[in-house]
Structures are given as C-alpha cells and as structure tokens.
C-alpha cells in the first residue's frame, strides 16, 4: 500500500534492496517549531499538542522545499503530525523508520517516548505498535544538530553560513520517513556476498526471532524465471545461504546486470515473512597495482559527486534528480564517482547499480580531531557499512578524507594515525571484500589499500614533472601539491598499491559577484575558466597528462556540479552541462583506451 499521490514528496519505495510490499510514506506537510530557547521538552511539546509553523519532509528547513527557507542556525526543531494505522495492519508490529535526521533525535508516539537516534547520515527505526491506538495518533519529533566541530558533518559549514568549500547546513529529517508493518518474527537484514569467481551469491540473513528451528529459503530470479534455488534450516537466529547461479551474467559499468532475490521465512511450511532484493555478480581485487573488475584490470575514471541540490540541499529533490546526476556522470564518460562527504540516500546507490557507476563510499567527516569526534564518526561508519554493504556499484570504503579536515585546517593530532589504523581494521571487519583508503589525499598509513593523492596540480606537463621521478621507476613525492603534507605518515612508506589521483583538476568558472577573500581562497587550490572552450581545453590538457602517468589505477575529477560559492563543477547548480558532455566523454574514450 504504498502512497503514490503526487503531492506527496519523494513517494517512492525508500529502501530499494530490502523491499516488503506493505507501507505507507509519512513525507508531507508536517508541523514544526523552533526551539532556540531549548525549553520545548520542559514545557510539554513532546505530549501531542500542535506546533504553529509547517514544513515539508523530508526537507531541511533551510532549503526552498521544506517551505521554511531560513538559512540561519537554529540548534533544536521540532515536528509533529498525525497518522491513522490502516485496519489491516492490526496485530503486527509497526516499524516507524526515518531515512536519515541530522543530527540527535528523539521520538514520542501519543506523547510516549519510543526512542532516540545520534547520527545525521544513518537510517534508524523503532517499533511503534505498543503505543498506537485506533483512530488518530500523534508523532513528535525532537531534533538538536549543533554547530559542533566535533560532529560528523561532511561540507556543512560550522558557522552555518557557506564560504571557502563548506556550504549551507542541513538540519532534521532530511531522508523518507514512513511506517512499514511486519510479523514479530521476522526477516531483519541481509547481507549480499558476491562470489564472482565461483557464479554464487552468498546470503547472511539475519532474524528478529528467537534462536530456533526456522527454514529460509532464496531464490534468484532472472527475467522472471527462478535461476537459483536454496534452502537452509537454521537453528539459531542467523543463516548462511549460497545461491548457485549457472552460466551467470556478471555487473560492470558496461553491463550493469542485476539478479532479483526473494527471500523467505518459513515456521515449518506456514510463511511468515518475504522481502525482495536485488545483487549484482562482481569482484574487486587490488593486484600489480591496479584495480581488477571481475578478474580485469579497470581504469577508474572518476567524478566527485556531493550530492548538494539548490532547493533541497542535502535531500534530493526527487528521485529522478538522482538518477539524473548518475545519468550525468555516464554521459561525461565516467566509469564511477566518488560520493564526497556524504552518506547518500539509497535510491542514488539503487541508480547506480541499476545504470552502473562505480563508487568510492566515504564517510562524513567532523572537522577537528577529538577524542569524541572519533567515537562519533565511527559508530555512525559502522552503520553506514552495514546499510550499504549489500551494493555492487560499490567498490571502495572511505572512512576519513584529508586529516578530517581541509588544507588550511588539516591537523597532526596525536592520536591520528592511530585512529586511522583502527578505522582501516574496523571496517575491514565489516566488510572483508572490498579496499579501505585510509586517509584520501594524504598523510597514509601502511595498511591502506589505495594510496589516494589529492593533486590540484592544473597542467598536464606539471603533472608529468611533479611524478617524473615515479615515471622514471623512481618514487612517489614525499609531499602532495599544497601545504607540504607528507603522502605517508609517521615511517609509513608506499607498498605497490594502486596509485589514484584521486582529487583532480577542479577548473572553476569564475562567477561575477564572488567575494575577493572567497575567490582567493578558493583559486589557491583551484585554476579557473571564463568560457566553455577554455574549460575543454584545461580539461583535455590535464587529462592528457594524466593519461601519460602510466603507474596510474585512476583518477577522480572536481566536481560533477557546482555547489553554491565552489563553481567548479561540469554542471552549474542546477544542472547545466558547461561543456558539452560528448566532448568529455571523447577526451576519456581516446586517452585511456589503452589504460590498465
């Protein structure tokens, strides 16, 4: 029963690799408050009562969408709404899941407390079934997101106001909210393994029941037909499934092909739950320094994606615009994009898989190194890991970018590298099948699986000086392009791993009205342009040179959009290509036809 009406915001199924046919979508015109005085809890506002103002979810009150549009800082919001429970959903439990609240949340459900939620990037949920009754009831929402250097907040600017390349913030619900009945005992997450090498997927299916004698069946479907087949009696509350698939059809970028998955529980032969899926057949290997794809080596021609939108910010205003900025990337002739600073919403990795481009997944950063920065970014990583282990797009984890910082902040905070290591092995743990970079752009330790170099260098013969030595068989730079910060850290040294660039060139068009200071800041790092054909031919210069660094795995381009004072984008801010993208796409199908 999912709601489709057009005036509902972003009405489509939220969760598109674990998908149960009942639910019903919460996004719309809610009621909202400001709470700068933060007395809404002393005073009641969690007992049912209505709030004044209205907002649209799952906007950001900063953003045009929501309706609100106040850019200025407010640390506490609150929302409210009423909900009816369909008559058919009786005697089930009721998940009530928020797709992502930036930042603390706390939920009560006719004026009792449910739960509460720290993490502005991660989904969570709560059963609500307890305290629903028939007829209406009543939802509130409590959200505190404070300008904290020491909170997980990727690009969002700690003074709330954009400059240099921080931009505006997003606060509160800005990812689906919805509510979804499902029996008490049932299937609660899957974990998808591709087994390329061997034409399985491997199934770890995890319960919310008790340990007992349950059967899980899975089924591979392709083009309707069931291909694959597997039944597995557990007697504890998790089970290990392989599906065999015969003559299997592998995912690329080129051939992104996708499998259906249904799996089921079973109490003897009574059903008691069924979700839908999907998986992708690929393998990912680091080797000889390079980057193999299903056993062959694959050239990673990447664009850095930040997911900003100019009327939702943070939120997209749509699912299509998702599948738009993928379709955009495509068309440039990228193989893949690294999603920067953001935990994106899963419909944007659902396009990825479906249209097929590569993704280096990275978390948000706080922007100073602390003790409590650290335990917050990390437990928040864990659950990244986990919502998006199952994707085949992805090939690489991220954990922290540039020191969690920016070239003018980067710090060496004692306990960094250390912190780094245990960033590398925590998500190795999570996730032994794809590399870990620990550090993206400088300053690695030994174990990272990728030595990422962030190089703003802005010609394509500076290039080849700058790693002469490298082509020569020599070695790597000892520093990176800007600030003389070593490329390892602390003894660390380069090991053979594959080498990308994977911050590039960055050519901003210079906008009319920008600041003196913003502009100097921004052009110490970046070239700029006036005119498309200036913009072409800096492109295909630096491309060329890059091209020319034949130890290379790899590089990611700056930026696929513009994001508000940062006009460094292939597309404007709202998406106007500023060069044609056929003539991008030629410069990457002539210069590494031949690479890897």
């Not at 509902?8 to 009621?31: A, I, T």
């Not at 449910?114 to 079934?129: R, S």
Request: include cysteine; glycine fraction near 8%.
């Amino acid at each position: 029963m999912g709601q489709t009406h057009r005036e509902v915001p972003r009405p489509e199924y939220p969760r598109p690799q674990f998908v149960r046919e009942e639910w019903l979508n919460l996004n719309g015109e809610w009621e909202f408050a400001f709470d700068d005085d933060e007395r809404g809890a002393e005073l009641g506002w969690h007992d049912g009562r209505s709030l004044r103002g209205r907002i649209v979810v799952p906007f950001p009150y900063q953003s045009e969408l929501s309706g609100v549009g106040d850019k200025s800082v407010h640390e506490c919001v609150w929302y409210a709404r009423s909900f009816e429970v369909p008559e058919g959903w009786r005697g089930r439990d009721l998940l009530l899941h928020f797709g992502a609240v930036d930042y603390e949340a706390t939920v009560w459900v006719n004026g009792q407390e449910v739960g509460h939620n720290q993490g502005g990037h991660v989904p969570f949920l709560f059963d609500i079934a307890p305290y629903v009754k028939a007829g209406a009831n009543r939802l509130t929402l409590r959200v505190v997101d404070r300008q904290d250097a020491n909170q997980p907040r990727g690009k969002q600017s700690v003074s709330g106001l954009p400059h240099d390349i921080d931009y505006y913030c997003t606060t509160g619900v800005w990812q689906t909210v919805w509510l979804e009945p499902v029996p008490s005992v049932r299937i609660e997450e899957i974990r998808i393994t591709p087994l390329a090498h061997k034409n399985m997927l491997a199934l770890s299916v995890y319960l919310h029941a008790p340990s007992a004698a349950w059967r899980l069946v899975a089924e591979a479907i392709d083009g309707g037909r069931t291909v694959a087949r597997v039944e597995e009696r557990t007697a504890v509350a998790t089970g290990w499934l392989v599906l065999s698939i015969p003559y299997a059809k592998l995912w690329s970028p080129e051939s992104p092909y996708l499998y259906e998955l249904r799996i089921s529980l079973f109490d003897g032969e009574e059903l008691l739950d069924e979700v839908k899926s999907y998986a992708g057949l690929r393998s990912i290997e680091m080797r000889g320094g390079r980057v193999l794809l299903n056993g062959e080596p694959v050239f990673l021609k990447m664009v850095l994606d930040q997911g900003y939108w100019p009327a939702g910010l943070l939120a997209a205003p749509s699912d299509e615009a998702m599948q738009s900025d993928v379709g955009w990337a495509k068309m440039f002739g990228f193989n893949g994009a690294r999603k920067h600073q953001k935990i994106e919403d899963p419909r944007w990795l659902y396009w990825c898989d479906r249209l097929g481009l590569l993704v280096w997944g990275e978390m948000p950063n706080a922007r100073e190194w602390s003790s409590l920065a650290e335990e917050r970014l990390a437990s928040e990583w864990r659950r990244a890991v986990r919502r998006d282990y199952s994707h085949p797009s992805i090939i690489a984890w991220v954990p922290v970018n540039e020191s969690m910082g920016f070239p003018g902040l980067g710090q060496q905070h004692p306990g960094q590298y250390a912190f780094l290591e245990r960033m590398v092995s925590a998500t190795r743990r999570l996730d032994p099948t794809r590399p870990v970079i620990d550090n993206d752009g400088w300053e690695h330790t030994d174990i990272t699986d990728i030595c990422a170099i962030h190089d703003y260098t802005p010609t394509g013969g500076k290039l080849r000086e700058r790693y002469r030595e490298k082509l020569g068989e020599g070695n790597l730079p000892p520093t990176v392009w800007v600030g003389e910060k070593p490329l390892f850290a602390r003894g660390s040294k380069y090991r053979g791993q594959p080498v990308v660039l994977s911050e590039v060139g960055g050519f901003l068009t210079i906008p009319p009205d920008l600041p003196a200071e913003e502009r100097d800041m921004l052009y110490r790092f970046y070239g700029s342009v006036r005119t498309p054909e200036e913009l072409y031919e800096k492109y295909h210069n630096l491309l060329e040179g890059i091209a020319s660094l034949r130890f290379l795995a790899g590089f990611c381009y700056t930026q696929l959009t513009d994001i508000e004072q940062e006009t460094n984008g292939l597309l404007t801010y709202d998406r106007k290509p500023k060069v044609d993208p056929e003539l991008i796409a030629e410069i990457h199908r002539v210069l590494f036809r031949q690479t890897a």
